[in-house]
């Protein structure tokens, strides 16, 4: 991205009058006052180099926080399953976790998420298996270094696994314990038991089980049990527990693990939105600052490789990149241009490219004209419309055009998680 490292010294002052105080806070300070007169500061002590640095430092920082998410458990129980449904991979892509392979000598694997690699799944082996036993596991598992366990089962819980769940409770770390494979359970129940047959009843049945199984462990804390089918992850609790790893998540690694997870909940596309909705001041600053190419949408001035850029990212955090839409219109049946139509997506009708999106929003200001100028903050900013590359007017233009392609993107992305739902059940 190209800089203008000589910014006039009032630009930025400007933009700290003009900004609406309503627009949602930043993420080192929580509300939008707190944030510009942080930027002021920084400003002033290091020019208009510094701040990009920082906001470059802002925007980026959470692909360095690394995530390690632990799934243990004996061969078969589904590990490999949810490794993969976890980083959205089927066993057929490039880097997904091996299943259904029946392995004799059972090693600790490594899952990095293939578009943010922060975020680390580790397939670890179960003990009882020949090179792990109780006696060399802690050697060679060491178990520190992972921030979540999932303790995985399908169908019998053996001493080893008693063992071995209460080494890990031990560690005082966040720990969760997956049923899988209930669907099958549930299948099972319906084929032996054709008259008194109760998918509920099953899943009590399963559940009482497990608060049994780990009652007998006598753990000093509770450990919350979900019940879940990798075939079907959309159906029982699957997303539950991932909304849960998200909540349970540490506040300086939270922003990470949102940006990281790919399976998409209602629950995780709002956190996204937020998230998401904050950077925008940070694009839009940048966007102020920058002298690479303005576009003129509106009589005034954007980066639009600034504008494309963070479009994109928008598009792979909500599922919308095309290769994800084939995938899912493949999986429900209908080809790429139905799945649109049938769904009505708004952003596959924008073309993230600088001629797309200047088209896209030149259209979209003439029919919105109205909405546009009664923004609270335009009636400060029009008279700096005259000037085509002022900063100012650049950062309230790129504001509303991230916010509203945030929007669309945000609801395409609602109304596929509901057509997931509802073709589920
Ligand atoms: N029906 C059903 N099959 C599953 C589920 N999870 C895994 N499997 C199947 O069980 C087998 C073993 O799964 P895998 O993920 O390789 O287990 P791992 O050995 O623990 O890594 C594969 O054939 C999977 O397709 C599930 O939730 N439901
Ligand atoms: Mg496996």
Not at 78 to 96: H, M, P, R
Not at 101 to 125: C, F, G, M, R
Not at 158 to 165: Q, T, Y
Request: charged content about 25%.
């Amino acid at each position: 991205m190209l800089f203008k490292a000589k910014v006039d010294k009032t630009f930025l002052l400007v933009i700290v009058l003009l900004v609406p105080r309503t627009s949602s806070g930043s993420r080192s300070h929580g509300d939008s006052d707190g944030f510009f007169e942080n930027i002021k500061d920084i400003f002033e002590n290091g020019g208009a180099v510094a701040v990009k640095l920082f906001v470059d430092k802002e925007l980026n920082e959470w692909k360095d926080v690394r995530i390690n998410l632990a799934v243990l458990g004996t061969s078969g129980t589904g590990k490999s399953s949810f490794i993969n449904t976890v980083l959205g991979l089927t066993a057929d892509d490039e880097g997904s976790a091996a299943v259904g392979v029946k392995e004799t000598t059972e090693n600790i694997s490594e899952y990095p998420h293939p578009q943010y690699p922060n975020l680390v799944l580790w397939d670890l082996p179960g003990v009882g298996t020949p090179n792990f036993n109780r006696e060399n596991y802690s050697k060679k598992v060491n178990l520190y270094r992972f921030d979540y366990f999932i303790f995985m089962t399908s169908d019998r819980f053996r001493d080893d696994d008693v063992w071995l769940a209460k080494q890990v409770n031990a560690l005082g770390k966040l720990f969760y314990f997956v049923r899988n494979k209930v669907g099958q359970d549930i299948r099972n129940n319906k084929y032996d038991h054709p008259k008194s047959h109760s998918d509920a009843a099953v899943l009590d049945d399963i559940r009482h089980n497990c608060e049994h199984n780990l009652q007998k462990l006598n753990l000093d804390r509770k450990i919350q049990i979900y019940l879940t089918d990798l075939h079907e992850p959309e159906k029982y609790d699957f997303e539950k527990l991932m909304d849960q790893v998200i909540s349970d998540a540490p506040e300086y690694k939270k922003e990470a693990i949102i940006l990281s997870m790919t399976h998409l909940t209602n629950t995780l596309i709002d956190r996204k939105k937020e998230i998401l909705s904050e950077r925008i001041h940070y694009m839009s600053l940048l966007s102020g600052l920058t002298g690479a190419i303005p576009v003129p949408i509106l009589d005034s001035a954007v980066d639009i490789g600034i504008l494309t850029e963070e479009a994109m990212f928008y598009r792979a955090q909500l599922g919308l990149r095309d290769e994800m839409l084939e995938a899912f219109a493949e999986k429900s049946q209908m080809t790429i241009e139905q799945l649109t139509n049938n769904l009505d997506l708004q952003s596959r009708i924008i073309g993230l490219s600088a001629k797309g999106l200047v088209s896209y929003f030149t259209k979209k200001g003439m029919k919105k004209a109205s909405t546009f100028t009664s923004a609270k903050f335009i009636k400060y900013l029009l008279p700096l419309f005259g000037n085509a590359v002022s900063g100012a007017a650049s950062y309230a233009m790129t504001s509303w055009c991230l916010q509203d392609l945030l929007d669309v993107m945000v609801q395409d992305a609602i109304k596929i998680n509901e057509y997931k739902m509802h073709w589920n059940n």
